[in-house]
Each structure stands twice: as C-alpha cells, then as structure tokens.
C-alpha cells in the first residue's frame, strides 16, 4: 500500500472488506457482475487481501450501482454508509415520496418526546448497553423523520414558489 494515502493501511483493508459483504449481501461476485459493468474475476480481486490485490478497488460506479440495488432490495447500501462514516457522516434514507407538512408535524411532536427521554436516561452520564441500543434505534428513526421533515419543508416551499 501506497505511503501517500489519506487513510491508513486498516481503513483500506476494511474497505475492501466492506466491499466482500456488499458482494455476499448481493449473493456474491457471480449475481453481482450482471447488474454492474465489471466480471466476477475483477470483483474478487477488488475484495481480495492478498498482497497482489492491495491497490485494486471497486470504482466508483461500480459501487453506486450495487449498493443502488442493495437499497432497492430493502439492505443497506454498506459501502456508501462505511465511506460517509469514515468522512464523519451518517448515511440517512431519504423519504418514499412526500412527507405533507401535517405528517410532519406529529414527527416533530415524536422527535421532541424522544429528545426528553434521551435527556432523562442520560442525565446521570450512564448508560447500559440495552438502553443505548434502544436509545439508538430511537436516534435512527428521528434522524429519518428529520430528513422526512427537510423534503416535506423543501416541497412545501417549492409549491409556494411554483417550482416545478
């Protein structure tokens, strides 16, 4: 591996890792090759560790199309959501269709309810693991409504603008 590279060693292997999950997500190199531009050969050593492989990665528009069909079929898109992780974001789906402002609203009436049972549960700046896990899917689903709530606001000031 390159010693110019932006992230160390590890990060390019988990790359490549991450990359092999989305394959066997897929159902593996064989399913995956008909619905990107790349054969099963060239997918393997995109995924392999071996010294030979060590700078061959899936490109751009290879991973675009399979996480595209991951998220199609209801799986995470997991090499886009280990790319915005390591650049310090979370990948967050964005909304079937429109969210109508009134929706919206009891959303935010969820979210607020949330936030005040965060608070509750770490105001003594402990946490077991169980209540981290439930406090995180809560976490998820309000940061879904949120971006639910951006497109009903964003659609909402289209209408009023007459945007297409």
Known sequence: MQDN??????????LKTVFAAALGEYGGSAAAEAIVRTG???????TSLRPENAERFA???VVADLDTALAESGARPVVSEYLAAISGYVLVPAPAGTT??????TS???AGA?????ARALQDGQIDAAERVRLRA?????SEQFVALIAALDSAAA??????
């Open 5 to 14: 590279r932006r992230h160390p060693p590890r990060f390019y292997r988990a």
């Open 40 to 46: 099963r050969q060239t997918l393997d050593k995109c």
């Open 59 to 61: 490109t751009l528009d």
């Open 108 to 110: 935010l009436r969820r």
């Open 138 to 142: 809560r976490a998820c689903a309000c």
């Open 114 to 118: 949330f936030i005040e049972d965060a």
């Open 100 to 105: 109508p402002l009134a929706e919206a609203v």
């Open 159 to 164: 209408d009023a603008e007459g945007a297409p």
